[in-house]
């Protein structure tokens, strides 16, 4: 059975961080592309990462420089670091196999003024 599932969301402050993962079900994980997405009360989801078969990451503006999507094909895991956490980065994150059109049921994150 194919599975993605998220962990790692939770209840953070402003300027804090936070570590997603998103375990998958097998190694089929390794040779996907992966993305981040999140999806906010009343708004509609929105890529946040993405990593390619080749490792390249692209990466939201919202997110730039504070968010880091990697893999480690050893766990099939694809990470998501997220620092200097903003309010609104407040969501529900969802992972997903792009490519093969698998999802993750999300993980909330709730970040504090």
């Known amino acids: 059975q194919v599975r993605l599932v998220e962990s790692g969301g939770g209840l953070a402050q402003a300027g804090g961080s936070l570590r997603l993962s998103c375990a998958a079900s097998?190694?089929?994980?390794?040779?996907?592309?992966m993305g981040w997405y999140r999806q906010a009360p009343g708004k509609q989801r929105e890529l946040v990462a993405l990593?390619?078969?080749?490792?390249?990451?692209n990466y939201a503006d919202s997110v730039k420089g504070r968010f880091t999507i990697s893999r480690d094909n050893a766990k099939n895991t694809v990470d998501l670091q997220m620092n200097s956490l903003m309010p609104e980065d407040t969501a529900v994150y969802y992972c997903s196999a792009t490519n093969r059109g698998y999802w993750g049921q999300g993980t909330q994150v709730t970040v504090s003024s």
């Open positions: 990593i390619t078969l080749g490792d390249t990451t």
């Open positions: 097998g190694s089929w994980i390794r040779v996907s592309t």
